[in-house]
């Protein structure tokens, strides 16, 4: 397999790149039948398991977040996907202490990943968000990779995210 060539994302950093994952509108359409739930979910596992992908890290940046425990967000994933989840993204909707008036009312969920980088990993460090809501994003954010909510991630989608991946390595 080679080396995708499209814009190379320096590394600032040794850290592996971290994988940011919405659920509802990624890993099964939205809205959603229970019998559905995460059915797009092995597509995404598929990918970060392949060799070279096997140090990406994965953060939870769904909403699912603020109603499950991150032990209960693992158990949706495969065993082996499920142990390199390693935290969740913080939501902008509860202010903390390093929330400014007007610094995350727009593009909550970049804000909410770019918090979680600035907390856990070195400057620098690369990143690809998988969502089904490019509003939750600065436009043409060039980490973003765009799922349509009432399908979520499709087999289409693979090459992409593995060429996104790469680009980070």
Known sequence: ?????????????????VLFLDFD????PEPCVSAD???????????VRERELRDIDI??????KDHYSLSAL?????PDVGARVLDVSPTASK?????????????????????????????GTPWVAIDDRDYWFEP?????????SEVGFTPEHAPRLRDMLWERL
Request: with cysteine; hydrophobic share 35%.
């Open 95 to 123: 202010p903390g202490s390093m929330w400014l008036p007007g610094h995350s009312s727009a593009f909550e969920r970049q804000w909410e990943i770019e918090q979680w980088l600035k907390h856990n990993r070195p400057w």
């Open 74 to 78: 693992r158990g949706f994933f495969s």
């Open 140 to 148: 043409g954010c060039p980490h973003l990779l765009l799922t349509h």
């Open 59 to 64: 953060v939870i940046s769904s909403s699912w």
């Open 37 to 47: 739930l995460f059915r797009r979910l092995p597509l995404i596992e598929a990918v």
């Open 1 to 17: 397999m080679s080396t995708p060539e499209h814009t190379n994302f320096a590394r600032t950093t040794c850290a592996p790149p």
């Open 25 to 28: 509108g990624v890993t099964h």
